[in-house]
Nanobody, 115 residues
Framework: QVEITESGGGLVEPGGSLRLSCAAT????????ISWHRQVPGQQRERVAY???????EYADSVEGRFTISRDNAKATMYLQMNALLPNDTAAYFC?????????WGRGTQVTVSS
């Protein structure tokens, strides 16, 4: 059973930065495509950042240029660096690991952008 632990959420002022982390208890982290998603209550979950196993990345238009997804396969950990945060970035953020054999969601970490 793979366990996923997210961390790094919290309260930040507009214009500030946060780095989210998502650690998985697996020694084959490198086979997963990874992504970060966010959800506001009453709205659909949306993907904000994606990284293929090759390193290719994709970002939602709303976060392009402000968020950066990265991974450390040796540590089985993925990250989301969030800069220039806006109140509209307030949401629960979830990591997602996707392979042919398994799809795994984190439990979410809350990010609140407010003055």
């Amino acid at each position: 059973q793979v366990e996923i632990t997210e961390s790094g959420g919290g309260l930040v002022e507009p214009g500030g930065s946060l780095r989210l982390s998502c650690a998985a208890t697996t020694n084959i982290f490198s086979i997963y495509d990874i992504s970060w998603h966010r959800q506001v209550p009453g709205q659909q979950r949306e993907r904000v950042a994606y990284m293929h196993t090759s390193g290719r990345t994709e970002y939602a238009d709303s976060v392009e240029g402000r968020f950066t997804i990265s991974r450390d396969n040796a540590k089985a950990t993925m990250y989301l660096q969030m800069n220039a945060l806006l109140p509209n970035d307030t949401a629960a953020y979830f990591c997602y690991l996707d392979s042919i054999h398994r799809k795994l969601w984190g439990r979410g970490t809350q990010v609140t952008v407010s003055s």
